[in-house]
């Protein structure tokens, strides 16, 4: 393996730490509810960090001639300092009020997501070339094994700090010790060797290269199922509001869920890991997204102000965590290694991180829309209780559904069969146990 793996590793488990405790957890969605912001600017907030992929084949020439690496670390570094501009959110509220604070907190937001789709613009190509493909699918299982232990340590300080903290100082704490481990994390990319320059030279980041990726009928069909999965999983951020809103469950074991969504992905990354690079990623992703489609209805029949709310929650957010890491380092590895080819890898990558970003951006604004306007619905039908989140997970559920039709018809060339999978699972138990080993 590459001597550097560590480094990549050191990376991304304090990145880890960084997105936990800034703007990938319940910790982000309940400081902007503490704030005031409804539940749509909430979604339209959220909706910043996925839209800015759009920037993706609009910079990814520049992003080349600059250096693939070099933008990422220039890039993810500066973020850092962007994002401890949100520590004097709370002061802007009591100077100036809701309004400014709102296009404060969407001005910094707006400044830290360019910040990120730029680096991850690089970052896309680069991977393609520092990770071998043979081994793509046992280091994201690696990668993932570090991000979760590193994201169950951070959200059980969260969970310690929202507990024992008051008002804004709790989230501003976890703003300014994260933003200082990302730096140290940003520094440990330093070790891991740039992009070659024939490599880049032929991956032709132009728009000729990228209308010629459109042409490319398995690559739309992957795009289309990208989109329809990204929208269709736009419920799962608003799940915090659900658990203290409709399961009147405290903010403190609410930040726990991101713990159980964290272990869960923890214990099962070798796994997906190993099973990706012998089975295929087109399987596994549909198994993944089979099981995310069905997860948010089982929140709904959770009784409120129970303690067995919090720990049905708990189970399902650790279900969650399996299935979104299985989801993620299949179809990674599907795409990158199936879809994607080496001479137009740019292209493609801006394409499908554009593509991700307009999905993602829309996915979290109208799921706050829908909220908003479906608030006051409340009636019961066959002794089931509709509301907003109910309204809410019926449409994400259609999509997600569509989604796994689309991804059915993209041909994969040495991938198993769904059922072939499953099968095939059963029969190499020893050999998983063995690798494992």
């Known amino acids: 393996m590459p001597r550097y793996l560590g480094w990549f590793l050191i990376h991304h488990g304090l990145n880890a730490v960084f997105f936990m405790l800034t703007f990938g957890s319940a910790v982000f969605v309940l ?15 959220l909706s910043l960090f ?10 990814s020439g520049a992003v080349t001639k600059f250096g693939l690496k070099r933008t990422y670390i220039a890039f993810y570094g500066i973020r850092k300092g962007v994002m401890l501009l949100m520590l004097l959110a709370p002061w802007v509220l ?15 937001l707006l400044v830290f997501a360019l910040c990120r789709a730029t680096a991850e613009t690089a970052y896309y190509p680069w991977s393609r070339e520092f990770i071998p493909d043979a081994v793509r699918g046992w280091v994201g299982g690696q990668t993932n094994v570090v991000v979760g232990l590193a994201s169950a340590l951070a959200m059980l300080l969260a969970s310690v700090v929202m507990a024992r903290g008051s008002g804004y100082a709790r989230y501003q704490l976890l703003i300014g010790i994260a933003s200082s481990l990302g730096v140290i994390s ?15 030279a032929t991956s032709r980041p132009d728009w000729h290269a990228m209308r010629c990726s459109l042409r490319d009928s398995r690559y739309r069909g992957f795009l289309a199922g990208v989109m329809l999965s990204v929208v269709g999983l736009a419920s799962y951020p608003f799940i915090p509001l659900l658990a203290r809103e409709r399961l009147l469950i405290p903010e403190a074991r609410i930040v726990l869920f991101d713990v159980a969504n964290t272990v869960g992905a923890l214990i099962s990354s070798l796994y997906w ?17 089979a099981l995310a489609c069905i997860l948010p209805w089982i929140w709904l029949v ?13 189970a399902l957010a650790a279900a969650y965590g399996v ?10 590895r599907w795409f990158l290694n199936d879809i994607v080819p080496m001479e137009g890898r740019t292209a493609y990558t801006s394409i499908w991180y554009a593509g991700s970003g307009l999905a993602g951006g829309l996915a979290p604004f109208a799921a706050g829309w829908i909220l908003r306007g479906f608030a006051g619905l409340s009636w019961r039908c066959g ?19 569509a989604a796994l039709l689309r991804y059915r018809k993209v041909p994969a060339e040495a991938d198993y069969r769904v059922r072939d999978y499953v099968r095939a699972t059963c029969r190499d138990l020893r050999s998983l146990i063995a690798y494992g080993k």
Do not use: N, Q
């Not at 009591?94 to 910094?108: D, H, K, M, P």
């Not at 940003?186 to 880049?200: F, I, K, N, T």
């Not at 129970?306 to 049905?312: K, L, S, T």
């Open 31 to 45: 400081f902007l509810d503490d704030l005031g912001l409804s539940k749509d600017r909430i979604g339209l907030v």
């Open 94 to 108: 009591r100077r100036f009020g809701a309004e400014i604070l709102f296009a404060y907190i969407t001005i910094v």
């Open 50 to 59: 996925p839209f800015c992929g759009l920037v993706a084949p609009l910079v």
């Open 302 to 314: 959770l009784p409120s102000g129970r303690m067995v709310a919090f720990v049905g929650g708990l």
């Open 273 to 289: 890991g190993w099973a990706a690079d012998r089975y295929g990623g087109k399987p596994l992703t549909l198994v993944t997204l």
């Open 383 to 401: 002794g089931v209780e509709v509301h907003a989140f109910t309204i809410l997970f019926a449409v994400t559920s259609s999509l997600t559904l």
């Open 323 to 332: 299935a979104s890491i299985g989801m993620g380092i299949a179809s990674f």
């Open 186 to 200: 940003v520094l440990a990319m330093v070790r891991v060797p740039s992009e070659s320059p024939s490599a880049v």
